[in-house]
């Protein structure tokens, strides 16, 4: 009995303090044979695909200059708009595999000032490592875990290092537990 108390002690110590535990590097990265398909060294997404509310069609050209800025490849169809009467566009974001802790950041606050909230994270496995994606409908709700403004503030977090930012979106999305494998 005493050894189950102190296991549930620790165990609540250990969920509550808000530290993720060591996630191995193989399971938060590309493995060593993914060749990226950009050049990384001013931008790690490589692929980028956005969906705004009909709002901000009027200002397509600032948007797209932003991106730009940014270093991103941007083409005809990288940012899309929502039909005037079609309600809001889904509040996630996905982010890959191989994406920085810099870059994340910039899609997380991108999402944020563009599409109002992020409320789900889409699973790193279904999409390609440099590839982020906000407001997409490409994948159903066993594909996105919802994610509390308290966390998505940690992943906004500019001391989180690339590595500790992935292994925070991992153990955001759950991916360790996931039981029904999607490939």
Not at 168 to 182: G, I, P, S
Request: with cysteine; charged share 20%; aromatic share 10%.
């Amino acid at each position: 009995m005493k050894r189950f108390v102190l296991i549930c002690a620790l165990l609540t110590v250990f969920l509550t303090s808000g530290v993720a535990m060591a996630v191995p590097k193989e399971l938060l990265f590309p493995g060593p044979e993914y060749k990226s398909p950009c050049d990384t060294s001013k931008t790690t997404i490589c692929t980028i695909e956005i969906w705004l509310g009909h709002k901000h069609k009027k200002n397509k050209l600032a948007i797209k200059e932003l991106l730009k800025l940014k270093s991103l490849k941007v083409l005809g169809h990288t940012v899309q708009y929502w039909r005037p009467k079609g309600g809001h566009p889904p509040t996630n974001i996905a982010i890959g595999s191989a994406i920085s802790a810099e870059d994340a950041r910039f899609a997380i606050n991108f999402a944020l000032k563009f599409n109002d909230r992020v409320d789900g994270l889409i699973s790193r496995p279904l999409n390609p490592p440099n590839y982020v994606a906000i407001a997409t409908s490409a994948w159903d709700a066993m594909s996105e875990t919802p994610i509390t403004q308290e966390d998505l503030a940690r992943l906004r977090d500019p001391k989180l290092t690339t590595e500790a930012f992935q292994s925070l979106y991992y153990e955001l999305t759950n991916e360790a537990n996931v039981q029904n494998k999607f490939y």
